[in-house]
């Protein structure tokens, strides 16, 4: 769970890159980043598949609800619905 979280939060960080003066690079540098979690995820589960079957399936779904879990906390913070001091 914790790359996964680890990912969505870096990804959401990596956001702030996009900025007026520059948008389309800003654009280029979030996709960059978010297209390394996913390779990193992706090479993690493949080592595992290789090397380690029996942790695969742990990893997956930790991985899994990382990446949700976050991410509805991201999202309701974002929403609004809660007010979350800073």
């Known amino acids: ?9 870096l990804v959401r960080k990596s956001a702030r890159l996009v900025i007026p003066e520059d948008p389309l690079g800003g654009m280029v540098r979030l996709l960059a ?9 992706v090479s993690v589960l493949g080592i595992l598949f290789v090397y380690l079957r029996a ?3 742990p990893f ?8 949700i879990g976050t991410a509805v ?12 001091s800073d």
């Open 1 to 9: 769970m914790f790359f996964g979280a680890a990912f969505i939060i």
């Open 33 to 41: 980043v978010n297209a390394l979690c996913m390779l990193l995820a």
């Open 55 to 57: 942790a695969l399936a």
């Open 60 to 67: 997956g779904i930790g991985l899994m609800f990382g990446f």
């Open 73 to 84: 906390v991201q999202f309701v913070r974002s929403s609004g619905a809660v007010r979350i």
